[in-house]
């Protein structure tokens, strides 16, 4: 059973950066993608960032030259530094897998991922 755990989310200002871990509980095997996504209230979920097991990065058009996707193997985390906050980025942030290939266009998509996690919450203030 892998379960994704969040955090680092908290409250900047407009311009703030913050840095957003996802810890992974278990063993995906094989290739995998991982992404990070985004609810914001009454919104429909969507995807932020996206990398698979290559290293191959995906990013929304709203968050490009702003976010960062990463992960580190040997720790089990995926991590999204987030930086020139704008107060349309609050939302809460969840971190999703799914084991196996995805093709790029499906990346972003919240129906491709079968592992989520709770979500962190960030709220960005003007």
């Known amino acids: 059973q892998v379960q994704l755990v969040e955090s680092g989310g908290g409250s900047v200002q407009t311009g703030g950066s913050l840095r957003l871990s996802c810890g992974v509980f278990?063993?995906?095997?094989?290739?995998?993608?991982m992404a990070w996504f985004r609810q914001a209230p009454g919104k429909e979920r969507e995807g932020v960032a996206a990398i698979d097991s290559d290293g191959r990065v995906d990013y929304a058009d709203s968050v490009k030259g702003r976010f960062t996707i990463s992960k580190d193997n040997a720790k089990n985390s995926l991590y999204l530094q987030m930086s020139s906050l704008k107060p349309e980025d609050t939302a809460m942030y969840y971190c999703a897998a799914k084991q196996g290939y995805l093709l790029p266009p499906l990346r972003l998509s919240r129906y491709a991922y079968n592992l989520w996690g709770q979500g962190t919450q960030v709220t960005v203030s003007s």
């Open positions: 278990g063993y995906i095997p094989g290739s995998n993608c």
